[in-house]
């Protein structure tokens, strides 16, 4: 996945110059860039282009990103986009895919792309509209070797439909696969496609207490099936009886663990086996109102984990909030193994912008790990606090040393790739932007980048 060096480090004072001289010939250069308001950012934050979003629905949404190359892949709950970021300062829309299906997370393997739907349709095939009570929902593939002309090659349906996914590389048996995951807000089924979406099975045991993995030979994508059905303990979201599943996982390769966020609880898989993945820890704090996603420090030592209190809809940055309300959690990952359910783990910290957003909908969303040595530094979405960049070195005093909070954002996903920030909001657009910070010397490069799958 990554490059096999390092960059070359560079000194703070060059980094500086080298983003400053880039920004000014962005804003000069490049039509349909902008410069924020002074208030709207730290000034070490530089936006530097802007691909502003596509479609004229009422309540288009932006979703996740993806990378491979010098492309991006943007889902919103329209389709999907896939732009050239071959040059950062002035990102080309190569094609807006219309195909509809909420909320299409993202992720891509060379020039394959799937895209999540959790909400029923008439169809797997693009066209189909919602419909009620009963659809289809799942994982749709689509061929994106031509990235003007996106083709959708197939489909696989799964019980509740796929909230997220996370893409898992199985190369030695010629295929990857795909963590699915969802969890029964409503009670769907049995529907024409043979799934079912149950809280409760029929006596009164858990019902939806499980992932879907799906594999997507490499050579015949549209043969792409469900291979194993794990099954979680996991507790009761609000005391509901069977409202529980998990929302995001990232899985970390070379360590050979994933990090589950499942709503009501945190857990540590062994994906050893990654078919049959194994908890091996369980996280309960009081302090965490929804559990929604997850990932690693570079060098497997920390997991991350971030509470997206209310749902991503409430104003949760108010003067009135809680400081850990919405925040992003740090934990000891080696001290979690074989964590029970009957024990609390002490984090090691935790951070919560200070920014007050009032009214807005703020708490920490998607984000990703710098891969940079000797400090631990991450880029966060925050919704209507914007970006977030976040020193936590010492995890007992993470700290913003960054960020980007212009007017009107609403900021699904945050994430450093090969040098600069690139977001996908749903008032804004795509945005890259550029850190002034000796965290930027030094960061690996990347061959390409699915944020929930480290390798």
């Known amino acids: 996945m990554r490059s096999s060096r390092w960059l070359v480090a560079l000194t703070a004072a060059a980094a500086t110059s080298l983003v400053m001289s880039s920004v000014a010939a962005g804003h000069g250069e490049h039509p349909g860039s902008y410069i924020p308001s002074p208030e709207g950012n730290s000034n070490n934050m530089h936006l530097l282009a802007s691909a502003p979003r596509g479609g004229t629905v009422t309540g288009y949404r932006n979703s996740d990103l ?4 010098k492309r991006a892949y943007a889902g919103n709950y329209e389709g999907f986009r896939v732009i050239d970021i071959s040059d950062p300062e002035a990102p080309v829309t190569l094609s807006d895919f219309d195909c509809r299906g909420s909320q299409h997370d993202v992720s891509v393997w060379n020039n394959l792309l799937f895209l999540s739907v959790d909400t029923p349709l008439s169809g797997p095939e693009c066209g189909n509209v919602p419909v009620t009570p009963t659809g289809w929902e799942g994982i749709r593939i689509f061929d994106v070797s031509d990235p003007t002309q996106p083709s959708y090659v197939g489909a696989v349906t799964t019980d509740c439909g796929s909230h997220t996914h996370t893409l898992v590389p199985d190369l030695a048996n010629g295929r990857v696969l795909i963590y699915v995951t969802a969890y029964p807000i409503s009670a769907l089924g049995p529907t024409p496609y043979g799934t079912k979406c149950e809280r409760l099975l029929p ?11 799906v594999a997507v030979p490499l050579d015949a994508p549209e043969t792409a099936s469900i291979v194993s059905e794990p099954v979680f303990e996991i507790r009761d979201r609000f005391g ?28 540590i898989w062994d994906i050893s086996d990654p078919v049959n993945p194994v908890t091996i820890a369980r996280i309960h704090n009081p302090n965490v109102d929804i559990w929604h996603s997850a990932s690693f420090t570079w060098d497997g030592r920390i997991a991350l984990f971030g509470d997206e209190a209310g749902g991503g809809g409430q104003p949760r940055c108010r003067t009135t909030d809680p400081a850990e309300l919405g925040a992003m959690w740090f ?9 029970d ?17 009032d009214a807005g909908n703020c708490t920490t969303h998607n984000f990703n790990v710098l891969p940079i040595k000797g ?11 914007g970006t977030s960049i976040i020193d936590f070195t010492d995890p007992a005093n993470a700290r913003e040393i960054g960020y980007y909070d212009p ?19 749903s008032g804004r657009g795509f945005d890259v932007m550029a850190l002034s910070d000796s ?13 929930q799958t480290q390798e």
């Open 375 to 385: 400090r631990y530094v991450a880029v966060s979405a925050y919704y209507a606090g």
């Open 407 to 425: 007017h009107g954002a609403n900021t699904w996903s945050s994430y450093w790739y090969n040098g600069f920030i690139y977001t996908n909001d």
């Open 331 to 339: 934990y000891d990952l080696a001290s979690l193994d074989n964590l």
């Open 439 to 451: 965290a930027r010397a030094g960061a690996r490069k990347f061959a390409y980048l699915n944020p």
């Open 240 to 267: 509901i009886p069977g409202y529980r599943g998990c929302h995001d996982v990232s899985v970390f390769m070379s360590i050979r663990r994933a990090a589950a966020a499942c709503l009501s609880e945190a857990q």
């Open 203 to 213: 006596d009164g045991s858990q019902g939806h207490s499980k992932i879907s993995i």
């Open 341 to 357: 359910d009957t024990t609390q783990e002490v984090p090691l910290g935790s951070f919560k912008i200070g920014r007050v957003q």
């Open 66 to 69: 993806a990378f491979w190359g």
